[in-house]
């Protein structure tokens, strides 16, 4: 009767028909959010979507069974297997992976081993009963510590291996139904018809039976949680024992249907229990149990099997393979939920513990069956929600009819209230609230107008000083007993007595602060709105003042505009490319690989919870469950899948040298990543040591070294995930035999060859090459002094302007370097011995003739460079004798004053500008003219602080733009622009360039013009 039952059972369970419908199971509260999957399908290369079973091998390979064959994923594809790789049959009931890395596969045709890469059918002389005596369901196989294979049969359980099986003693000679093997302790379970059968402490097998009502029905599959305790699954329940064995509890009314295909059960690392079910994955832990159907974001409605793998991804098998991406610890939130926009701007949960979200078309709050929206507020962008300690909320929206700043303030005893603010600007919205210790609000506007809201009274406007222009507001948090407000005109901090502003000069990176976040110990730590990087403020002495800048590149590389801490301490960020955790000494990335529905994070929107933290994005809203802390990302493995050689030869090796023959060395390396927390950032790096010792980088996942010389080489591959570490190289040896004619006899024969023809030779040419030598001494020593002479003047000729036989670039470009270096040279030494380095300067001088191009126009390109030659005359006059003038370009000259003062550069300059103004410029036939020029100077060492921080090509350029100020601004006048102190030059260095007029107004630079004072120049900003 019972075995009548069993293939009934068996039948219904291989067809996939259902039998019998339960109690749904009961989620556990959360706020509304789903899980993200991926989902494999054709793609990927699994071109069979009915999965049968799955399986993870020793390596770290997924191994998917389907009804149209055998596939491995390898984090970048599948690979089908059937039965032209040596599979009896395409049809895969369950797989077991050995120890020793081998496999076991189940089909309906038979039994097949895999090992060392092909699959070998057991035959019928293996000692097992026939195929069809086999039991084909996927909790049918089990492989032991010493990788011997235990299964279920129509006879009984067996065991044993590639040499043949054998019937397991001691128990009972009936129908098996499943099998499982604890990998932590070797405890074996057995599940025969009349009961389940268990290892007891002496070796031998210990029967329970089945609780009723279920003691006659047959049990489909067991598996044992941490805790130790044995839950046995059937197809209409599912008990657990505890782990005495002593207790029995019946939890078949949480499943709400039975299984589909081949029943299973699996327990993960963290203590739960999964179910596959036909409305989804059944999970349960301490503390309850739950559905995870489509409503978490399940694809499909239903599940065939399921798999947590050693990285903790959890997989589930329907139609197709799906799996949770950042291991069930992130979920979202999106308009698929019930928010009224994908866009979130504010986070807050209230104090009956109610979660309310700010979204760009309305305020949310979120409730057992999903998202609702507040009916007064549709339609508007939130931009900020506080939950008072009152139990209320405020919430930044406009009242009807109104485009001023206000508030709706949402009452703790239910309805809420319109809150004008007094003095709102049109068009402006609240950014952000805050709530003192004393309880008062504190509320700020995009625009920069703040309000404070004391306990049961009306808004009060708050005059900020240095906020009366209009500013941008992002931020603004009240604790410590100070007020805090983030603009982009710098972070302005209220004591309770007066507004004290703190900008660039008192430290800050940049006056553009996005967003701060402090810690419980009081450290207020601030972002930028245009500069990567983090600073930390630190009260002392009563005053708000700089302790410390934060430079971790993988922590600041994107834009920072949304922070908090979280009960560890640990500082969470949202950026521009997903959200990062920092725990002080590592810096972790999550993304849309990890579960988030996106990555552009939005200003402010985070909230953190005892047992997890929120984050706002473009994309919708995202949840991190802290619970049991951040899990670890394990280094990935690398694989090495295939070796070979030019003559498309496998090469396998067993640790010893692999040898090559010299006419197939071209090597070819497929490899493998078995990862899958996150395959979109997987860093592959690659080395043939003895050919390239450094690793590189590569996206590709084989490598080719062609035509290697003979020598021994190391292939290495390994695998990070993103910025993280690299895990350990998996590697192979191999030699490239050297050719015949490269070996050590074939040298010898030659080197004997070449002696013989050598010395026939050397006596003959001897006297020969001795005459030929006297006569070609003779003619080199003539013709190497001619040679010599007619070298120096070419040389002397290349550096000199045709026109003006002035210094040309050429010059220039060959001889600065070295006076560069000297001037360096001389101001280290004169700082190292506390000497300031006066009568050291090298100073450019880049002088112009003002309007030439009316010489050329007007007289011709004749006249124009008999001028040239005559303002370069008047320029070299002007000069000192140990200076350099150089023509520069067109009607442009460079004057290189070395050893010069740039404190009396000036004096140069107006020289220079008197004698090309009092000069004759006579042309043509008793024709001559009048010019004048404009100068513009900068001195070398541009930062006295740090002398080599810019070359002499930038201070050219300084002069250029001081050159092009004299010009715009009136001609015939000279403009220079110096460091005269050695100040610090860390503000002045990146902006020195490019924002040279700011510089000059700021006071950062001394400034020479021989405009008189108040004139105003014309700049042009560096390029």
């Known amino acids: 009767m019972l075995l009548r039952a069993f293939k009934q059972v068996i039948l219904a369970v291989v067809l996939g028909l259902p039998l019998a419908a339960g109690a749904p199971v009961q989620s556990p509260l959360r706020d509304w959010g789903s899980y993200t999957f991926k989902s494999y399908g054709g793609d990927q290369g699994l071109t069979s979507l009915s999965v049968t079973v799955m399986a993870q091998d020793e390596v770290g390979f997924l191994w998917v069974g389907t009804e149209d064959g055998l596939f491995r994923y390898d984090g970048e594809s599948f690979h089908r297997f059937d039965a032209r790789d040596g599979l009896p049959d395409a049809y895969i009931l369950a797989i077991a992976p050995a120890p020793d890395g081998s496999l076991w596969v189940l089909t309906k045709k038979g039994l097949a081993h895999r090992e060392g890469g092909h699959f070998t059918v057991m035959p019928a002389a293996s000692g097992l009963p026939r195929a069809d005596e086999l039991i084909q369901t996927a909790t049918s196989m089990a492989c032991d510590a010493q990788s011997r294979l235990w299964i279920a049969t129509w006879k009984g359980l067996y065991q044993g291996g590639p040499s043949g099986f054998w019937p397991v003693p001691g128990l009972p000679k009936g129908v098996a139904t499943s099998v499982w093997i604890n990998p932590a302790n070797g405890s074996v379970i057995v599940t025969l018809l009349g009961g389940i059968y268990h290892r007891s402490e002496d070796g031998g097998w210990a029967l329970t039976k089945l609780p009723a009502p279920f003691e006659k029905e047959a049990a489909m599959a067991t598996v044992q949680d941490p805790q130790g305790r044995t839950w046995v699954r059937g197809v209409s329940f599912l008990v657990r024992f505890d782990a005495d064995w002593k207790q029995a509890t019946d939890l078949s009314k949480t499943l709400p249907l039975t299984a589909l295909g081949l029943s299973s059960l699996f327990a993960d690392r963290e203590g739960r229990v999964w179910v596959p079910t036909q409305n989804g994955l059944a999970c349960f832990q301490e503390g309850g149990a739950y559905l995870l159907d489509d409503s978490w974001g399940l694809p499909g409605s239903w599940a065939g099997c399921v798999l947590v793998d050693r990285e903790g991804n959890l997989w589930v098998g329907s139609e197709g393979v799906h799996r949770v991406l950042g291991r069930l610890r992130w979920t979202a939130a999106t308009r698929r939920q019930g928010l009224p926009s994908d866009t979130i701007w504010s986070i807050a949960r209230a104090k009956d513990g109610r979660l309310w979200a700010g979204t760009q078309a309305g305020l949310a709050v979120g409730t057992a069956s999903g998202w609702k929206a507040v009916p007064e507020i549709r339609g508007q962008a939130v931009s900020a929600v506080l939950a008072d300690a009152s139990g209320g909320l405020w919430v930044s929206a406009a009242a009807p009819g109104s485009s001023k700043a206000a508030a709706y303030h949402v009452l703790n005893g239910g309805g809420g209230v319109w809150v004008s603010l007094p003095g709102a600007q049109e068009d402006d919205t609240l950014q952000a609230f805050s709530q003192a210790k004393d309880g008062t609000v504190w509320a700020v506007s995009q625009f920069g107008s703040a309000w404070r809201i004391p306990p049961g009274s009306s808004p009060i406007a708050v005059p900020i000083p240095g906020l009366e222009g209009r500013v941008t507001a992002s931020a603004i948090l009240a604790r410590k007993g ?412 460079l004057i290189i004053a070395r050893r010069a003062d740039r404190k009396t550069a000036d004096v140069i300059a107006r020289k220079v500008l008197e004698e090309v103004r009092h000069r004759s410029y006579a042309f043509g036939e008793g024709q001559e003219l009048k010019l004048t020029c404009s100068v513009g100077y900068s001195a070398f060492p541009v930062l006295l602080d740090e002398p080599g921080a810019f070359g002499w090509e930038e201070a050219v350029e300084l002069a250029d733009q001081c050159l092009y100020a004299a010009k715009r601004s009136g001609r015939d006048a000279f403009v220079g622009v110096y460091l005269e102190e050695p100040v610090p030059s860390g503000p002045i260095k990146p902006r020195l360039l490019h924002e040279l007029s700011a510089l000059v107004q700021e006071g950062a630079l001394t400034l020479r013009t021989s405009f008189p004072e108040g004139h105003a120049l014309d700049w042009r900003e560096g390029h």
């Open 482 to 893: 100070a007020v805090f407000l983030a603009t982009d005109h710098g972070l302005f901090i209220y004591d309770g007595a007066s507004w004290r502003t703190l900008g660039v000069k008192d430290g800050l990176t940049s006056a553009n602060i996005q967003a701060f976040a402090m810690t419980e110990s009081g450290e207020l730590w601030l972002s930028y709105g245009d500069h990567h990087g983090l600073t930390i403020l630190r009260q002392e002495g009563g005053r708000w003042v700089v302790s410390a800048q934060v430079a971790v590149p993988a922590l600041i590389e994107d834009s920072i505009v949304s922070m908090a801490f979280d009960a560890t301490g640990a500082l969470w960020l949202g950026t521009s490319r997903g959200v990062k955790r920092w725990d002080g000494q590592a810096c972790r990335r999550f993304g849309r690989g990890d579960g988030l529905p996106g990555e552009d994070a939005d200003g402010n929107a985070v909230w953190v919870d005892p047992d997890g933290i929120w984050f706002g994005l473009s994309n919708g809203l995202a949840r991190f469950d802290s619970r049991g802390g951040v899990p670890l990302v394990p280094p990935p493995t690398t694989r090495l899948m295939r070796v070979l050689d030019g003559g498309g030869h496998a090469l396998s090796g067993d640790g010893s040298l692999l040898r090559v023959p010299y006419a197939f060395r071209t090597m070819d390396f497929d490899y493998a990543v078995p990862s899958y927390l996150n395959e979109g950032i997987v860093r592959l790096q690659v080395r043939l040591q003895g050919f390239e010792n450094e690793w590189r980088d590569t996206k590709l996942r084989e490598a080719r070294y062609t035509a290697l010389p003979p020598g021994d080489y190391r292939f290495e591959v390994r695998a990070a995930l993103g910025t993280g570490v690299f895990g350990n190289p998996d590697s192979v040896s191999f030699r490239i035999l050297a050719p015949w004619w490269r070996t050590w006899w074939f040298y010898g024969l030659c080197l004997i060859l070449a002696g013989v023809l050598v010395l026939a030779s050397v006596r003959w040419r001897t006297a020969v090459l001795e005459k030929r030598n006297r006569d070609l001494e003779a003619l080199i020593r003539a013709r190497t002094l001619d040679l010599e002479r007619a070298n120096e003047q070419l040389q002397e000729s290349s550096m000199l302007d045709a026109l003006t036989g002035l210094k040309n670039r050429r010059y220039l470009g060959m001889n600065l370097p070295e006076e560069e270096g000297r001037v360096l040279r001389a101001f280290r030494t004169l700082q190292a011995s506390g000497k300031p380095p006066i009568g050291e300067d090298l100073v450019f001088l880049l002088v112009d003739l003002d309007h030439f191009k009316t010489v050329n126009d007007t007289h011709g390109h004749a006249a124009g460079d008999a001028v040239l030659k005559l303002a370069s005359e008047a320029i070299r006059a002007a000069a000192r004798e140990t200076d350099t003038v150089a023509r520069w370009g067109g009607e442009e000259f």
